[in-house]
């Protein structure tokens, strides 16, 4: 079982930064690939960025690539997600989530948490 607390939200002025954490219970976080998404109301909850075990590879979706990126501390058991130049449209409720296996499919993750609010104002 792993539980999962994201923290870092806030409100923005477009073209800001946030960096976004995510802290994990339990001694197995390193056994986990971790990977941010975020959804809209209305929306399906859509990947972002995800990254291997110990960090060696990431992947991010179109939409984000060379803005934001994801990086993780093992021995605190964080998972971060770096965000820059953020627009309008970045504006999600971001969650962070826990696989076995690397993916970007929301449906192969495991463990999930509450969320954090993410506003850019134009």
């Known amino acids: 079982q792993v539980q999962l607390v994201e923290s870092g939200g806030g409100l923005v002025q477009a073209g800001g930064s946030l960096k976004l954490s995510c802290a994990a219970s339990g001694r197995t976080f390193s056994s986990y690939v971790m990977g941010w998404f975020r959804q809209t109301p209305g929306k399906e909850r859509e990947f972002v960025a995800r990254?291997?075990?110990?960090?060696?590879?990431?992947d991010y979706a179109d939409s984000v690539k060379g803005r934001f990126t994801i990086s993780r501390d093992n021995a605190k058991n964080t998972v971060y997600l770096q965000m820059n130049s953020l627009k309008p449209e970045d504006t999600a409720v971001y969650y962070c989530a826990a696989a076995r296996e690397i993916t970007v499919k929301k449906s192969l993750y495991d463990y999930w948490g509450q969320g954090t609010q993410v506003t850019v104002s134009s």
């Open positions: 990254i291997s075990w110990r960090g060696a590879s990431t």
